[in-house]
């Protein structure tokens, strides 16, 4: 499903989101909020599937330097500490102990590790039923042709992550 009609109203998935285009006034009847959800979920998902670079599993990196990783979450429903599950240059998989937002919503997530801080704006793309696990993407960290462009600060943090993740799996080969 591409694109949705009401009347005057347009409602379609493009490259950078939903646009929603109203060719003067439209109105949406409750009979079709249903069909609207259903879009949007359907986006919502195609979404959460877009993954942009490699994801590195956190809880592989016990007994190093990268357990001083901290990540810290501030939306509308809440603010929290959290546990990385795994990171990305382009998202973050989080396990909290309450509840940090919605599908679709978008959050302030702050990434500290080794003196740098890098502060992104994350979309809830899924969470777990019991609410205390989240996928984010960082939409700003995707440039509008398709490149990966993260911030200096997200940048230095992950590489530092992948180079003791990289020294981990050599010293287990090699060892």
Known sequence: MESLNFGKLTISQTDA???????????LKNADIPLLLEFLKQYLSDYADLRSSWRLDVGQL???????????????HASAHTTVLDISLTGIFLQSDKPLGERGETVEVTVEFQGEKAVLNGTIVRHNDELNRFAFTFPDCISADGDLSPPKAYRAIFYALEQIWLDKQLGLQWN
């Open 62 to 76: 016990k007994d190093t330097p990268a357990e001083a990783l901290r990540v810290s979450v501030s939306g509308k």
């Open 17 to 27: 989101g939903v646009e929603i285009d109203s060719h003067g006034a439209a109105v």
